[in-house]
């Protein structure tokens, strides 16, 4: 399968925080945040985790696949950076889905486009993971390729979520879309191990 290359979606103006920085507290709060009454974190800052864990848990694999693949060192460092994307988007969400749910009429169609081009971004990292991973699985150490298919199935797991919640704010539209296209990639690149599992 062919996938037309798209032009990288760029993240849109910050608004003012009305949450704290979650990269800055113990594991536990964010946690217990989530658990909360309050409306955020909500599930786009729980993807913006999982698909920063997945990033993690892929550079781990390459780190460690050195022996075994030659590019093992770049797969690393990519996936460093594509941690390093998504980790700011976990306070991000929070922060432009309450933006959202304080906003009435056209003022809320306009936060809830701006949240979800922060989930395009997450869902298209995703898959980048995804398919970072996938090489990992069949190229890289296989003392560790159940490590590297955990965060293949997790990857598809970020992009399958975040499509349905850019749906649920801006309907089937150009950026549904997109993010869609994505999500297709990251399947393809997990269903490459995963047929074997």
């Not at 974190?41 to 729980?46: E, I, K, L, Q, R």
């Not at 975040?162 to 994505?182: H, Q, T, W």
């Amino acid at each position: 399968m062919t996938v037309e290359p798209v032009e990288p979606i760029e993240q849109v103006e910050p608004v003012e925080p009305v949450v704290d920085e979650y990269l800055d507290q113990p594991l536990r709060a964010l946690f217990d945040s989530v658990a909360g009454p309050d409306s955020v974190p909500a599930a786009g800052s729980v993807i913006a985790t999982l698909g920063a864990l997945a990033a993690g848990l892929a550079a781990k694999v390459a780190h460690r696949s050195t022996a075994q693949l030659p590019q093992a060192v770049g797969i690393a460092e990519r996936a460093d950076e594509l941690r390093r994307k998504l980790e700011p988007l976990i306070t991000a969400d929070a922060v432009r889905y309450a933006d959202a749910l304080a906003k009435r009429g056209d003022e809320q169609a306009a936060a809830l486009e701006s949240l979800s081009i922060d989930l395009v971004i997450q869902v298209e990292t995703a898959a980048e993971i995804a398919e970072l991973a996938a090489t990992l699985i069949a190229d890289g150490n296989q003392n560790l390729r159940y490590d590297a298919d955990a965060a293949a199935r997790i990857a598809v797991t970020v992009a399958e979520i975040g499509v349905k919640l850019i749906r649920a704010n801006v309907g089937d539209s150009e950026l549904s879309r997109r993010a869609l296209l994505s999500v297709d990639r990251a399947r393809v690149a997990a269903r490459g191990e995963n047929s074997q599992a």
